[in-house]
């Protein structure tokens, strides 16, 4: 799935980034309102992981995600 529409539809993505990120919190979550690179400084603070490794992480999470039916 694309960035722009994930960052649409980021309040009904909440659940999912929370399952696959679970040391993010709720508010976390929210705050990242759905910016990639915020996304990615979150992944990166809460996980201790380089930069690299967290784009990488939301790189592949979005490439998973299935479009809207």
């Known amino acids: 799935m694309n960035w722009q529409d994930i960052?649409?539809?980021w309040p009904e993505?909440?659940?999912e980034v929370r399952?696959?990120?679970e040391h993010l919190s709720d508010v976390e979550i929210q705050l990242a309102g759905g910016d990639r690179e915020r996304l990615v400084?979150?992944?990166k603070t809460?996980?201790?992981i380089s930069?690299?490794?967290a784009r990488r992480q939301?790189?592949?999470w979005g490439?998973?995600?299935h479009p809207p039916s």
């Open 7 to 9: 960052k649409r539809r």
């Open 13 to 15: 993505l909440h659940s």
């Open 19 to 21: 399952r696959r990120w």
């Open 41 to 43: 400084e979150r992944i």
């Open 46 to 48: 809460a996980y201790g």
């Open 51 to 53: 930069r690299e490794e």
């Open 58 to 60: 939301v790189e592949r």
């Open 63 to 65: 490439r998973e995600l």
